[in-house]
């Protein structure tokens, strides 16, 4: 155990003994705001000793069977209820997200599956629509950024979170998309992107199944309960500030994608984590 974390616990003791208050409860009848409040009730969770507070913040639990929880591990009185119930939501309906990413990230691509086969060649349509797609293996494919004859192989380690990904950017930003293929096809400095596309869905998922994404997202959606499309329009806000990023590097060639990659990533982790951030997603990629 860290110094740090001692001190802490030593704080959180002396506050509990001055005051014959738990953390939570402090938390709960707190002025902060909805979204400070929420966040500071998710490390409580946590980092609880209980496994039940633990589970809250794992999803193992509806949001009524959470509250029952937490007042009675807790002795919360009932006129808690309306000031931790609406975190609770918040923290209820994050954990079915990760849930859900999880699945679909888990969900391998399967050609005998018309819905997977069908979003795989609409993904084609929305960036080559005046291109025929001749056949369904073909090297073709690696004109918008797969590395062979057959994107089922490079969905692997996504599942159909990967494709799914790049269909929604292709579909719902189509200009954007458009453009943004255009210059992975520069004679110097492009790249694969559909690789590139599902390298970033990694980054995201791996960011947002961890926790380092809650703060944002308490802070940044409007929206409650959080849906999948919070996450597809981060997804494509990353793709298109990557490729701004990509041409403003001026790699000489594609053994500088890691660094590059890396930097990027950096960069972007160091935004998230800031207080209160509430990034731009505006996509502004153009021809």
Known sequence: MGLWMCLWKLWKWLVHAFTGTCELYRITYSKLSLEKRTQQIERCLRQSKYKELNDIYNGAYDVEQSLAVVKRVKKLPDDSDERVLPSLRRTVSLAALKKELEALRSEAYSEDNFGHKNTLLQLWNLLMPSVPLEARITKDWQRIGFQGTDPATDFRGMGMLGLRCLHYFAEHHNAVARSIHLHSHHPKHGYPLAIVSID??????GWTTSGIMDSYLHCAVTQWPISMDEFMEIHCYLLDKFDKFWISKEPENLMAFNAIRAEFAS??????????????????STC
């Open 267 to 284: 960069q972007l982790q160091q935004e998230l984590i800031k207080e209160d951030i509430k990034i731009d997603m505006t996509l502004t």
């Open 200 to 205: 970033l869905t990694s980054l995201l998922f």
